[in-house]
């Protein structure tokens, strides 16, 4: 019996954070994820564009704000105005909790905005509400 993954993307800049989101996805199980560093990139793997032709469309995206090129709210403004990938579940995940950030986000259409966990068990917890509200609970267009 093969296992069903989850497609992830994670977009972030912070070689920690990257490196603390991997880990904990790999040791909690059942997650594929593709990481990339810019708005750009991010755009284009849920495009499938160019280096990004063969790679799986992610159902989840962990967005940070604060990204090189196009920052977290226009990749966001472009995957909630796009017919092909409305569909696909945004988590902002910030270190800011500033109120205008939060408003942002929802209003462009994030699914959730949360503050980045500190430490491994803080992203230890949110893998595990990731993992039960978004595939376990919630009943999604593309399941």
Known sequence: MTEHLHHILLVEDDPADIFLAQEIFKEHGGFSMNVVTSGTEALDLLRRKGKFKHVERPKLVLL?????????????REIKSSDDLRSTIVIVMSTSDAPTDIHTSY????????????????????VDAIEKFWFEFVKLPFD
């Open 107 to 126: 209003m462009l259409g994030a699914n959730c905005f949360v503050t980045k966990p500190v430490g491994i068990d803080g992203f230890e917890r949110l």
């Open 64 to 76: 940070d704000l604060n990204i090189p090129g196009l920052d977290g709210r226009e990749v966001l």
